[in-house]
């Protein structure tokens, strides 16, 4: 079974610092899909950035970008210039490619980041 | 666009209970997949639908039950309820349900079970 886990259950930073954070996973699969989800307040997830692991460039969007490194199963979240509204729940989710349908996404506990004025 | 739909956004039951909660997707979206989310267990796929058809479960009891409508809507359901079944539901659409489709998400149905 495929495991994620993060391992920074809590994170403060100030407001325009860069911070990251962690995530390994364990899996057999080659062919896998990696995510990262914010969830502020309201409840509502929210994808960050994805990364599907058959692509060595690192996804960016923005100020966020991620460090993937296959061979060490490891995906982290870099965000730059953080701002007040990155205050939430970030969540490092692992899918495989295996089959048809979706499969459903595994998630990491969690890590709340909360971002200082 | 509007965005998922869940409702209601609180529930309270007694143990024992059943209860039936709602979720409309994106207008387009074909698949809906519902989650768990609880303090001690943390976010757990309860299941997929797409086309009316549940083609993934994840490791939850038979009391956890869902279907979806022609119309792509979808409601879940738990029987007999016990207390820890409380925990945020959340429900997420996306068009086809592909492994690297971006999933869109309710803001969740609240159920606290007593």
């Known amino acids: 079974a495929q495991t994620v886990t993060q391992s920074q259950p809590e994170m403060s930073v100030q407001e325009a610092e860069t911070v990251t954070l962690s995530c390994t996973y364990d899996t057999s699969e080659n062919n896998y899909y990696l995510f990262w989800y914010k969830q502020p307040p309201s409840r509502q997830m929210i994808l960050v950035i994805r990364q599907e692991a058959y692509k060595q460039q690192n996804a960016t969007e923005n100020r966020f970008s991620v460090n993937f490194q296959k061979a060490a199963k490891s995906f982290s979240l870099k965000i730059s210039d953080s701002q007040l509204g990155d205050t939430a729940m970030y969540f490092c989710a692992f899918t495989d490619h295996s089959g048809g349908g979706a499969d459903g996404l595994t998630f990491g506990k969690g890590t709340h980041l909360i971002i200082q004025p | 666009k509007a965005g998922v739909t869940q409702t209601p956004r609180y529930l309270i039951k007694t143990r024992g209970q059943q209860v039936t909660l709602s979720c409309s997707p994106i207008?387009?979206?074909?698949?809906v997949s519902w989650y768990q989310q609880t303090p001690g267990q943390g976010l757990q796929f309860l299941f997929e639908?797409?086309?009316?058809?549940?083609?993934n479960k994840g490791n939850f009891p038979g009391r956890f039950s869902g279907r979806q409508f022609s119309n792509s809507r979808s409601e879940m359901n738990v029987s007999t309820l016990e207390l820890g079944d409380s925990a945020l539901y959340l429900c997420a659409s996306s068009f086809q349900g592909a492994a690297n489709e971006k999933l869109f998400f309710g803001s969740g149905t609240q159920l606290s079970v007593l």
């Open positions: 207008s387009g979206h074909r698949s």
């Open positions: 639908y797409f086309s009316e058809t549940q083609r």
